[in-house]
């Protein structure tokens, strides 16, 4: 009976282990399929739709040049720069733009002779190579089958207007684009030195009022922002209670703050939204003892394509020709040979 018992015991200790082992590799194999899924799609995109230009892309990190396809390099552009999860039209205005913003860089040798852009969004256009863009998709909690789904949407933009570019007087055009302005967009003479150019003029945007940066707040202490401003040679010799005759000095032709005043000495509202970390110049002041709030609304420097705007009129059913025409005043959409 006892050695009985014990047979039984050792058969389920056994049978337990090999259920295990199999579950294991059944759960191995389905990720390597899906694996193989998405690996035999972007391959079969790749030959199908080939762009056959070749662009040198500099990772900021490591200093690697690396060389890839146009349709590759706007793959690890569109959802490092927008959302997946948006309309299908708004991710389609996100790759003219894109493309366009590349076109326009290779004509001017932007990155000197080495490279053509750079992975960085502050310089040139933020860019993250497919494997990347699936872990980072994976640690926001995606599973596969959403995963591959977001690359066909991300293919599907870039393929879909395969070699367009957005064009004004039949040159390409600085396509700048920003995450959002739901009180309308800039003037480009506003900022930047200065520069006119008759397609980057303000339109309206309207915007999902959902977007969880459509508004926000900065609080400083004033020994803070002087400090911050002394760092970065924005003012005299002033003191903290200087600090307090903080004024709105003039706005932009859209309503955004141009400069602020501090005593006699004017600082440019652009550089104060990089030194404190203000989403955009859409604001005003609110002076307390202690401290400075500043009420912010949209995100982003405000000139050409919202892209939370983008999606709300693709939501309503503008297609991604329509949006680019209502960003940029006056241009055309250019088919490339």
Not at 12 to 29: G, S, W
Not at 91 to 105: D, E, P
């Amino acid at each position: 009976m006892k050695k009985w018992l014990v047979f039984l015991s050792v058969f389920l200790v056994l049978t337990t282990i090999l259920f295990c082992i199999n579950l294991f590799k059944t759960n191995e194999e389905k990720k390597k399929e899906k694996e193989q899924e998405i690996e035999e799609k972007e391959e079969k995109n790749t030959i199908e739709y080939k762009a056959n230009q070749t662009i040198r892309v500099k990772f900021t990190k490591t200093g690697e040049i690396v060389a890839m396809d146009m349709n590759d390099y706007l793959r690890g552009v569109v959802p490092s720069e927008m959302s997946p999860t948006y309309n299908i039209e708004a991710l389609k205005a996100q790759a003219l733009v894109a493309r366009t913003y590349t076109y326009r860089k290779l004509q001017a040798h932007a990155e000197g002779d080495d490279a053509d852009m750079c992975d960085s969004y502050a310089h040139c256009q933020a860019f993250y190579p497919k494997d990347k863009l699936f872990q980072i998709w994976r640690q926001k909690g995606y599973d596969e089958d959403t995963i591959l789904e977001f690359w066909d949407r991300v293919n599907t933009a870039v393929v879909s207007t395969q070699n367009e570019i957005i064009t004004y007087n039949g040159e390409c055009i600085k396509a700048f684009f920003h995450a959002s302005s739901p009180e309308g967009t800039e003037d480009i003479s506003q900022i930047w030195g200065g520069e006119k150019l008759s397609y980057l003029v303000p339109v309206e945007s309207k915007e999902d009022e959902s977007y969880s940066n459509r508004t926000s707040r900065v609080e400083i202490s004033y020994d803070d922002f002087l400090n911050k401003l002394k760092e970065n040679s924005l003012c005299k010799n002033y003191t903290k209670e200087d600090m307090k005759s903080i004024t709105i000095s003039d706005y932009t032709i859209s309503g955004r703050v141009k400069n602020i005043q501090i005593k006699d000495q004017k600082v440019s509202a652009e550089k104060l939204r990089t030194l404190i970390g203000l989403k955009s110049t859409k604001f005003t002041i609110k002076k307390n003892d202690e401290t400075v709030v500043f009420n912010v609304v949209g995100y982003g420097h405000g000139i050409g394509m919202s892209q939370v705007g983008a999606n709300y009129y693709a939501n309503n059913g503008m297609d991604y020709k329509e949006i680019i025409k209502h960003y940029y005043t006056g241009v055309e959409i250019t088919k490339l040979d």
